[in-house]
Structure formats: C-alpha cells, structure tokens
C-alpha cells in the first residue's frame, strides 16, 4: 500500500510543479462539470468533488470562481470524457483519462504519444481491469488506528487506514467519498494533502533503468496533452 501512495505524492508534487498547467486543466475541468448540470456546488455533487480537489491543489479561488461564471453566461463548448487504455515497456499497464472538446483530436494525440514512446494503446478494458478504483484522503493525524475505529463508528467502510511519511491515508470506497470527507472534517481535519479518486494498481511491476526511462518519457509525452487530465499506471517507481 505505501509504494502505490508515494507514487501518488509524486505525480502530485510533479504536477504542483507547474501550476499554470494544473490550474487550466482544472479550470476546463470546472466548467465541464458545471456545464453538465446545476452550477452549484451545494446541489452538483460532481461540481463539488472537483473544487475539492482543485483546492488540493491550490487551485486559487478566482480560476474556480471564472470557470462557474463562464459555465452560468455564455460559454458553450462541450466536453467528453474518455478513458484509453494502453501498455508500455514489459508488459506495463496505463490508464489515462481525458476531458475533451475534440474526440479525434485527443484519440490521434493519444495514439501518437503511446506509438512515439514504445507502447501501444490498446481497447477499452484492455486493462482497466487490473485496477481498483479508489476514494484516497491524507492528511496529518497522529493515529491512523484511531482515525480507522472513528469511521468504524461512523458506519462508513474503509479499505485500509495507514500511516506514510508522517500522514495517515484512507483508502476507501467510490461512492463514500464525500461520506468519509464529511466525518473527517466533523472529527476536525480540514487539510487534505490529498482527497482524490484514483485508479490503483492491484499489483505492481519493476522495469529495468533503461525501461524506466523509456516509460518515463512516454509519461511525460502523454501528461503534455493538453487534453489529459489524469494518468494512472502500474509501475513502481523510486
């Protein structure tokens, strides 16, 4: 469990890295999911998920503020949200999900970035199946036992509570998400250094260096696109 949560903090620390990119992903993010219904997070659970987890990020409140506002008056583009599927070097397995206004546009983009960087997208299913879906928080506590009994008593089943690098992480189900949230912020917590649903590896697998820095480019080629709004993968990487 703790290698698949420090791969997590370190496509997180990546992305913090380059906060203009993350902020337009989330901006366009934002809008499709206020777009697709009431542009109020109080009512538009979806809309709420992700200004959660642009806050995460530090997403600065004037970009989710626009993104609603354009999606209240004019804007009127439209976005798809896909999931391809494909395979790097060895046998290793990539998810990547994308939020689009131009369907053939991101599946050329995403074939090339695959293609150019010696892997292969594959079909839908090709190995989604490989990984489990899963509500993830961290966040600073002192006892992850005691934040395990509190949801016990709170009636919301966790697949695991654990201690990492001076967080506890919660693993839990999809559709608790906002169930665990809520309990953790009544029990007191209010920062998260992570509240995200992400696709987890079931198993991992080890590549040689000169694989790893194969995958690695082929990584970086598809995080480039600017369509691409997450990528999951079974790789353990340092």
Not at 210 to 233: C, G, N, P, R
């Amino acid at each position: 469990m703790g290698r698949k949560w420090a791969n997590i903090v370190a496509k997180k620390t990546a992305k913090d890295a380059n906060n203009s990119k993350i902020y337009a992903k989330f901006g366009i993010e934002i809008y499709a999911a206020a777009k697709s219904g009431d542009p109020d997070p109080e009512t538009n659970q979806k809309l709420r998920f992700v200004i959660d987890r642009a806050k995460t990020y530090n997403v600065p409140k004037h970009i989710i503020d626009r993104a609603i506002e354009k999606a209240k008056g004019s804007g009127d583009e439209t976005y798809s949200e896909l999931r391809y599927e494909g395979f790097g070097p060895n046998g290793s397995m990539v998810i990547v999900d994308t939020l689009t206004n131009n369907v053939n546009r991101t599946a050329a983009d995403v074939r090339a970035a695959f293609g150019k960087n010696g892997g292969n997208m594959g079909v839908s299913g090709a190995v989604a199946y490989m990984f489990d879906n899963t509500a993830i928080f961290g966040f600073e506590s002192e006892d992850a036992e005691d934040i395990f009994e509190y949801l016990m008593e709170e009636d919301i089943d966790v697949r695991d509570v654990f201690d990492e690098d001076d967080q506890v992480i919660v693993y839990g189900e999809v559709v608790d998400f906002h169930a665990i949230q809520e309990a953790l912020k009544a029990k007191g917590i209010e920062e998260f250094s992570i509240a995200e649903i992400q696709m987890l590896p079931q198993t991992e697998v080890t590549l040689s260096d000169e694989d790893v820095a194969q995958f690695e480019k082929m990584i970086d080629a598809l995080d480039e696109l600017e369509d691409v709004q997450s990528i999951y993968h079974n790789v353990e990487l340092d």
